[in-house]
């Protein structure tokens, strides 16, 4: 796999001091957002976030990403560890599918409906730039921030020891208590 990574580079931010990398796979930029310690840390709290431009930048209430990535910012800054910002928006159908599948939704698709009248499977995303990145850092003990089992079986597939899991729970909303039960029934995250 060609992979191209960047130095390391200091990032105040209004949470703490992190020090920050980038790792290019194909068009995907995925940054790594670590603590001032992270290099330090026998078992690093590690949290792979998924992009989502509408949670994230933007706060929509039809997804709990905002929630999940400050939670996890605030955590890592507090305990120490890294998050990879995996630059696959939309499960990885990109931000115009993304749009659509919202459409759909509001005519009343579930988020796996919408993907799939789309054409795509409920999930399209590929981990295997993580696998680069816990080389790199030279990663094999986590404790992993998720309520996601895709993220921890790929995890221990890669042969990275998950010492334990650190959930990612954060309030539900009017507009997103349909998202969220799609994960929990349907997609088995551990809510």
Do not use: W
């Amino acid at each position: 796999m060609n992979i191209e990574k960047s130095t390391e580079a200091k990032l105040p931010t209004k949470y703490g001091n992190f020090t920050i990398k980038v790792y290019k796979q194909n068009n995907q930029e995925h940054l790594v957002f670590m603590s001032e310690n992270f290099h330090d840390l026998k078992i690093p709290n590690v949290r792979i976030h998924s992009e989502c431009l509408t949670g994230d930048t933007f706060g929509s209430l039809k997804c709990d990403c905002q929630n999940q990535l400050e939670l996890a910012i605030k955590f890592i800054a507090k305990e120490g560890g890294m998050i990879i910002y995996h630059r696959q928006e939309g499960r990885n159908i990109g931000l115009l599918n993304k749009v659509n599948a919202y459409a759909l939704q509001d005519q009343g698709r579930d988020t796996i409906e919408a993907n799939i009248e789309l054409g795509f499977r409920d999930d399209e995303r590929d981990y295997s730039v993580v696998r680069e990145i816990f080389a790199d850092l030279g990663l094999k003990n986590i404790k992993l921030i998720t309520n996601n089992p895709e993220k921890i079986a790929y995890i221990e597939s890669i042969g990275v020891n998950i010492v334990s899991r650190i959930p990612a729970i954060t309030p539900i909303n009017v507009h997103n208590d349909g998202y969220i039960s799609v994960k929990k029934e349907q997609m088995g995250h551990l809510l």
